[in-house]
């Protein structure tokens, strides 16, 4: 989510320090959670005399985290590393390689700009035998090879940007204690969570609270919601033409995706604060009613750093949990879809350092340093699961390694003015009351207008 990576601090530049092992942040071969073999088998690569620069959206506590995982690249090789970040590091890294002065390594979470940078030239193919092992061992695994393919200068396909750090998407936030009370049970399919929201309203609840409030971005969370009920509605390949809008917005299977979130959102009985309160309530305060007593609403779908909007002191697995927004029972041939989003690692200026660093990230190693230490969770089926610094975080690893078919967040694979403007604007006039199809058509005529 675009969003939530604008905030931040200014630019950063710095080179890591040398440290000596016993200032690395777990000392090489005494935690069992850890392959520390990729570390020896590290140690083999002299890279002695170089410098790996590299550039990414990560600032603030991520950029310690980060740095703490480059640390041993840095100790085993002896490369020096510069990482560096910016508030605008979309707009540095365009003027950064247009100049010819490219970091080595540059990490972006944005597909379409990814794809920018390949047609221009400007990224080196990481080579097909990098997206066969993206495809052979991520959960999910030829969505993200696929996710890592763009069509370089010449317009082949090739692979150049490798997924590293991944956002889950599509969880379903509750109160086990509230359920329990209630004698809920976690819904395994879209037909029982039909069956739990009409159990909650006879027993005189609200299954919902839906914020859809964000300021000149309000609407985004809907977006989300349309997104994950196109992935169990229609195979990924129609969700993979309708964000390129190869097939209209006024589709028939874009259409009924949207209507089925105007179907909940816009029944008062359905949401918390009725109708009226969705679009006026901000994103940040609507989950806070899972948790007043009694509660004014039993469910509430977010991506995986909604936690950091709950009440102070809540602890996850025990006030609060969360299970994956079910597929349809009746659709299996869909598997289990799981939609989120991402950071996708590239060659800018190609060197041995770039390449070895490439490799480094394919270790098991490169994961469990961040995973420990938190706020990562990776496709990545071969890190020890026992890294992982929370069950919660644990858990969204699984979703990720067990999921079936894995898409980006939709909205941002769409331009602009259309994933970041006229889909939000639509999702404010829905729950006002505006016809899915209305909607549906607005949206469309926005795109063409920018064709």
Known sequence: MKKMLLLGVAVAAFALSAPAQAELKFKPGEDPRFHWSNYDDLKKVDLKGETLSIFGPWRGEDETLVRNVLEYFQEATGVEIKYSSSE???QQIVIDTQAGSPPNIAVLPQPGLIQDLASKGLLTPLGDATGKWVAENYGAGQSWAALGTYKGKDGKSDFYALPYKADVKGLIWYSPDNFKEAGYTVPKSQEELATLEQK????????????LGSGGATGWPATDWVEDIMLRTQAPEVYDKWVTNQIPFTDPAVVNAIDIFAKIATDDKMVDGGAKAVAATDFRDSPKGLFTVPPKCYMHHQASFIPSFFPEGTKLGQDADFFLYPPYASKPELGTPVEGAG???????DSKAARAF???????LAHELWMAQGSFVTPFKGVNKDAYASEALKRQGEILANATTFRFDGSDLMPGKIGAGAFWTGMVDLVGGKPAKDVAADIQKAWDAIK
């Open 200 to 211: 909650i309203i006879a027993d005189g609840g609200k299954p919902w609270c839906i914020g």
């Open 358 to 364: 490439i490799e480094f990230l394919k270790m098991p």
């Open 343 to 349: 950071t996708l690692v590239m060659i800018t200026k």
């Open 88 to 90: 605008n590091y979309e």
